[in-house]
């Protein structure tokens, strides 16, 4: 395990202890709520040039967001996702960060859905962003950003009535323009991206809409 590694995954336990205990710290819950997750990634193989292909699957996938919900069923969430590729097997080695920020619209169907367990719950969540992708080592000149459009379903599970666990799949669709010369894209990405995430939801403030 690299220095650098070591140093992301203190960086991520050290978000999650103050997130936590800020958390639960509050004496109202739902109507703000903050969440951090960790997972895979799964790159569109279309976003890469030919010779330097991803692996289909790869570690690490982080995401970060803060939701405000507006109505019992209806909301918004700003997040921030980080994941990292590399080369598939038989081709250029390479590896890339992928970065982005989404502004999304939240619907969460659960009271209406009468058949599902109490505590479980779900949610979608759609909306634009953008991404920024950042070759390592010597492809670092040909980085490049672009506009996306992200959506989810996400399926939680309380805990306790402040925190609650959940699984997300999300895909992003890239609105990248082809590389032009070629070579731009070496070591580069400009297309869709698949997320499977794990993580923990903290309410924060607000109970308005528990009922």
């Not at 570690?59 to 080369?87: C, E, H, I, W, Y």
């Not at 909306?127 to 950003?145: D, E, I, Q």
């Not at 070579?183 to 400009?190: L, P, V």
Request: charged share 15%.
């Amino acid at each position: 395990m690299t220095s650098n590694f070591k140093n992301e995954t203190y960086k991520i336990m050290a978000l999650l202890l103050f997130v936590s205990t800020f958390a639960f710290a509050q004496r109202d819950i739902n109507k703000w709520k903050a969440q951090i997750a960790i997972g895979l990634n799964g790159p569109s193989q279309s976003g890469f040039v030919d010779g330097f292909e991803g692996k289909s699957v790869n570690f690490p996938t982080v995401n970060l967001g803060f939701q405000r919900m507006f109505k019992p069923q209806f909301g918004a969430k700003l997040d921030f996702g980080f994941n990292r590729f590399s080369n598939a097997d038989n081709t250029a080695e390479f590896k890339a960060n992928y970065s982005r920020i989404n502004a999304q619209f939240v619907y969460d169907p659960t009271q209406s859905i009468t058949f599902l367990p109490e505590r479980l719950g779900v949610e979608a969540h759609a909306g634009p962003g953008f991404s920024f992708v950042k070759p390592l080592g010597n492809y670092g000149a040909n980085k490049l950003s672009f506009l996306n459009v992200m959506a989810g379903f996400e399926v939680h599970y309380g805990i306790t009535k402040r925190m609650s666990i959940y699984t997300d799949v999300s895909y992003i669709l890239g609105l990248g323009k082809d590389f032009d010369p070629i070579t731009k894209g070496y070591g580069s990405f400009n297309g869709n991206l698949l997320n499977v995430t794990f993580g923990v939801t903290f309410s924060l403030s607000g109970c308005q809409y528990c009922d």
